[in-house]
């Protein structure tokens, strides 16, 4: 398949090793935040999502953390697959909008 | 598998040449939406419906493109006189109203030759 993580950053990771991914929004009037996995030659799979009334969520696996003052997202990933491997976006959606502003994404690469 | 379905998978042609992509989102879902997505890059919007009426149209789009999705169902994206540049991955994405999650399509890979 393709690759759709040219020049992207990367974070290289053991498998076991729990990966911290991150990303800076860009609109303070975002108020709903999701992060999606892109594997090669394969469509955006959603991950978890946050609202802006909250700061932390949690879902098997993975948890978003939220940090409106700086406009700053996390996504953990605990105990890292080899199947975790993939690009990474962020996303937000501006209030009153409908639509989604990508981040750049980052490349997670996981070694056995 | 999301539940959205998109119609080619990979499309080749000339420079041109008309094409059209299908997308058939997840059947509860009233708002579909178009993204473009070139290598290396995240997804960018390009339009989007709720039920039939289409509400937003991105600056990206220009007037060889355009998009239908005439009972509120599937959706078409046709791009007339195609160009090189618009060689890319084309995703269409269903939800169900505003602030809820996007699930999306495998896309269609359009290669202008």
């Known amino acids: 398949g393709e690759s759709v993580g040219l020049h992207l950053p990367t974070l290289s990771v053991q498998e076991g090793d729990n990966s911290i991914i991150n990303c800076a929004y860009s609109?303070?009037?975002?108020?709903?935040f999701i992060w999606y996995k892109q594997e090669s030659g394969k469509g955006p799979q959603f991950i978890i999502d946050?609202?802006?009334?909250?700061d932390k969520r949690q879902g098997q696996r993975v948890t978003v953390l939220l940090n409106k003052t700086v406009k700053h997202l996390s996504l953990q990933i605990a105990a890292t697959q080899p199947g975790d491997s993939a690009v990474y976006f962020c996303?937000?959606?501006?209030?009153?909008?409908?639509?989604?502003?990508f981040g750049k994404g980052t490349m997670l690469l996981v070694s056995p | 598998d999301t539940g959205v379905s998109q119609n080619p998978r990979h499309k080749i042609t000339k420079r041109g040449q008309n094409v059209t992509f299908r997308c058939d989102p997840i059947?509860?879902?009233?708002?579909l939406y178009w993204y473009r997505q070139t290598l290396g890059q995240g997804p960018e919007f390009l339009t989007y419906?709720?039920?039939?009426?289409?509400?937003?149209k991105s600056r990206l789009l220009s007037d060889r493109f355009s998009a239908e999705r005439p009972k509120g169902s599937f959706s078409t994206l046709e791009i007339q006189r195609t160009e090189q540049g618009d060689s890319a991955m084309y995703l269409c994405?269903?939800?169900?109203?505003?602030?809820?999650?996007?699930?999306f399509g495998a896309g269609t890979r359009l290669s202008v030759l």
């Open positions: 059947s509860e879902h009233n708002r």
């Open positions: 946050i609202r802006s009334n909250m």
């Open positions: 419906f709720q039920n039939e009426a289409q509400l937003e």
């Open positions: 996303a937000e959606n501006p209030y009153g909008y409908s639509t989604l502003t």
């Open positions: 994405a269903s939800s169900l109203g505003r602030g809820n999650i996007q699930y």
């Open positions: 609109n303070s009037a975002s108020d709903y």
